[in-house]
């Protein structure tokens, strides 16, 4: 029997070949990447590979994270986005198993007002956390907000909205194009040669910034599984609404397990419900809207469509383009009642005077007994609407959206959360965490923090899913592992044949816990690379010799 010692020079020396395979592959994918991007023409974030996992979420690297300058009071209000929930002293624990109301706004006070008193008759509220998003600040929008006192609130304001950038981009910059025929300016136009409105691209760069944010850039809901629901400042919520959008979450993955959401209203907003005694699959629709975190990253893979898509509506962009592009129908699940009513006359920033787009200043909307309690029936059967009428992939959008810098500042968005600048390094510094089994090998590559996730039958090592390696084996003959990485839009995938001799598991306090190899050969073994650049499919083969 060999001796402890010997057993760990062996283990030892497996390791290390292990590392240094890795480390040689990745320097070769690494500098076939950068060649790539260096000689192309396009600064275009490509997504990821459609046969990938969708498990994992497509990450993009921060290689040149361009922000536009902040005003002093941009600046004020990102600091505010930190700040804890207000309320906690009243309501200071959330349910186990609550939705997270999203409310994203403008500045309509009297719709504001509203949507507030709806929410606040709503069963279940103290329950959970509404988060109040703003696009710009407006006093009388904030009193409103501060006064709510009926559960845990927090406010988020978009640091990058047009309305707090009065004299330079993405607000109005002196310098911007107006008509087709001024010369010098800044600017591109649209597919009916027209220029950028700011306070119309603010729609879109709201939402995907609010979303962007809600899903991956706070504490409150960096750790919610569950789904979260998102309404607008003239959505009027039934009493019911939160106890109905409970019980629809809960039976979607039994009823309609190809349903991406669950709503509170149909996608016509100008229906109340069919009152069957079913439920509804159809598609999604735009007022009282919720899905979880696996719809999230499907969407967030989406950010090259979304963000050069030319409508300046967020959910016409969606329908026409993202849905689409996810290679099947998709259906929202919801009652035969709705739940919730889109109200007032006008859209967009109208509404801001007295009485503006609301009748009398006031909103007459009935609600019945049967809508101040659940109104749905778990024994339901679903019935599926299909080839509903509205916008669907073809339709070429409105415009609004044609300007380059829209579009960047968009895909910015979707980075923000994305990297990690907080480590710093050369190429390939590696960062080895024994601490704890349940961290993997990280380093990092152009300042950006890359991590193994490592998957054996002894055990799983998971940093975030930015890199996957999984390693099997069949004793005294060959061992398979197999490398996914995900890295400046594209997605690589590895394989590779070792001939090897397991050992036992290390114990779980060690540095991996894998198969290890006491004897790797590797004689010009074949690494296949694949990925998709702009829409093309591109294969490369090399060779490694060991």
């Known amino acids: ?35 790539l991007t260096t000689i192309s023409d396009t600064h275009i974030v490509s997504p990821s590979s459609p046969h990938v996992d969708s498990e994992f979420t497509n990450i993009y690297v921060r ?16 600091k505010q986005n930190s700040f804890p929930p207000r309320n ?70 978009a640091p990058f909205s047009p309305h707090l950038f009065p004299n330079s981009f993405p607000g109005v910059s002196p310098n911007d194009c107006k008509d087709k025929d001024d010369k010098l300016c800044e600017g591109n136009s649209d597919q009916y040669k027209n220029y950028r409105s700011p306070k119309i691209v603010s729609l879109k760069h709201h939402w995907w910034w609010m979303m962007n944010t809600v899903w991956d850039g706070l504490d409150e809901t960096g750790g919610h599984s569950g789904h979260i629901l998102f309404i607008e400042e003239d959505h009027f919520i039934f009493p019911n609404a939160y106890r109905n959008l409970q019980l629809l979450t809960a039976l979607k993955p039994l009823k309609c397990p190809n349903c991406y959401a669950a709503n509170l209203a149909p996608s016509d907003v100008n229906s109340r419900g069919e009152d069957f005694d079913s439920l509804i699959a159809e598609k999604m629709g735009n007022v009282g809207y919720s899905f979880n975190r696996t719809v999230w990253r499907k969407i967030h893979q989406k950010a090259k469509e979304f963000c050069f898509f030319d409508d300046y509506n967020w959910d016409i962009t969606m329908w026409a383009t993202v849905y689409p592009s996810f290679g099947h129908p998709v259906y929202t699940l919801r009652g035969s009642r709705t739940s919730a009513v889109h109200f007032g006359k006008c859209g967009l920033h109208q509404g801001q005077g007295k009485n503006a787009c609301i009748d009398n200043g006031m909103v007459n909307i009935q609600i019945h007994d049967s809508d101040r309690n659940v109104n749905i029936k778990s024994e339901w059967d679903v019935r599926t609407f299909t080839h509903q009428t509205g916008y669907k992939a073809g339709f070429r959008g409105w415009g609004g959206w044609g300007d380059e ?16 600048d907080a480590v710093d390094g050369d190429l390939l510094k590696l960062l080895v965490r024994p601490s704890s089994y349940e961290q993997g090998l990280c380093f990092t590559c152009l300042n950006q923090k890359i991590c193994l996730q490592v998957e054996s039958r002894c055990g799983v090592f998971s940093c975030e899913p930015m890199m996957i390696v999984s390693f099997t084996s069949e004793p005294m003959k060959t061992c398979k592992f197999q490398m996914v990485i995900h890295l400046m839009g594209f997605a690589l995938n590895i394989d590779y044949l070792v001939r090897c001799r397991p050992l036992e598991c290390e114990s779980p306090d060690a540095l991996f816990l894998l198969q290890l190899c006491e004897d790797i050969v590797l004689k010009n073994t074949h690494s296949y690379a694949n990925w998709v650049i702009n829409g093309r499919q591109v294969d490369e083969k090399f060779t490694i010799a060991w």
């Open 63 to 78: 290689r040149d994270l361009t922000l536009p300058k902040q005003t002093e009071l941009s600046t004020q209000l990102e």
């Open 88 to 157: 906690r002293d009243r309501f200071p624990k959330l349910a186990k198993d609550h939705i997270v109301i999203v409310l994203y706004v403008h500045n309509r006070p009297q719709y504001l007002q509203v949507v507030v008193q709806s929410l606040s008759k709503v069963v279940g509220i103290s329950e959970t956390l509404l988060i109040v998003s703003h696009d710009g600040y407006y006093e009388e929008m904030n009193k409103i907000v501060e006064g709510i006192n009926f559960c845990q609130v927090k406010q988020i304001f």
């Open 1 to 35: 029997m060999p001796s402890p010692r010997k057993s760990l020079r062996i283990k030892d020396a497996a390791v290390r070949r292990f590392l240094s395979l890795v480390l040689i592959t990745l320097l070769g994918v690494f500098l076939f990447i950068f060649l």
């Open 405 to 420: 810098r829209d579009r960047g500042l968009c895909l910015t968005f979707a980075q923000l959360y994305h990297s990690d």
